[in-house]
């Protein structure tokens, strides 16, 4: 049973321009929100976080956009750089189990220079 | 400061081995959870602990346990090793209180083959 989904499995964006990688989830006991970024044999990095009780976080490039009624978050990256390439994981938890995060299947992001 | 640390980085071992494996978590943070990432799916949870106690755990056979150290680090064991137990395994620590408690950072994983 698939929680959190990424529908695409792949997105290639010109440098410069805006990346937006999308997340669905079917829990709506789930809170709180990770997105992470993993290059080939490396462990998975951990970019922002946001909370239901907000819609929105921004980090620098990153912003994370969340619509609890559409239990749709997506993450922009502006502008977009070629070391963006890499794949990006979405991950939510019910905060009331600790950090027991599901993770979705991830979208592989080519940003071409 | 050090990240997570995990060990060994690669392993390989035959059908019905055991194996243990090893993670040290970013100092401060008393909360260490186990996650197996296969090829072209996204990391599955499989145990959480916090102050050495068991927190949660996912959808894993017996054949899977943990535990977890007086110095917050942890060991995960698998016996009875099977083919599809082949995975990269994730160790995410995270400071379980505070403003930033449910941020987990992860370690570079440790790449076990069965064989």
Redesign the interface.
């Given at each position: 049973d698939q929680q959190v989904k990424q529908n695409s499995p792949s997105l290639s964006v010109q440098e410069g321009r805006i990346s937006i990688l999308n997340c669905d989830y079917t829990n709506s006991m789930f809170d709180y929100f990770l997105w992470y970024k993993k290059y080939p044999a490396e462990g998975p990095t951990f970019l922002i976080s946001i909370s239901s009780i907000k819609d929105k976080n921004e980090d620098g490039r990153f912003t994370v956009f969340l619509n609890k009624s559409a239990k749709h978050l997506s993450l922009h990256i502006v502008p977009s750089q070629p070391g963006d390439s890499a794949v990006y994981f979405c991950a939510g938890t019910p905060s009331n189990t600790g950090n027991q995060f599901y993770f979705g299947t991830g979208t592989s992001l080519t940003v071409i220079p | 400061d050090a990240g997570?640390t995990?060990s060994p980085t690669h392993l390989i071992k035959t059908r019905g081995q055991h194996v243990t494996l090893r993670c040290s978590p970013i100092s401060g943070h008393k909360?260490v959870?186990w996650?197996q990432q296969v090829l072209?799916?996204?990391?599955?949870?499989i145990f959480?602990y916090?102050e050495k106690e068991e927190?949660?755990r996912?959808n894993f056979p017996d054949r899977f346990s943990a535990r977890q150290f007086p110095n917050y680090s942890s060991e995960l064991n698998v016996n009875a090793l099977l083919l599809g137990d082949s995975a990269l395994y994730?160790c995410?620590s995270?400071p379980?209180t505070g403003q930033k408690r449910?941020?987990?950072?992860?370690?570079?994983?440790t790449r076990l083959t069965v064989l």
């Open positions: - | 997570v995990q909360s959870s996650y072209g799916q996204g990391p599955q949870f959480q916090y927190r949660g996912g994730l995410a995270s379980w449910n941020e987990q950072f992860f370690g570079p994983g």
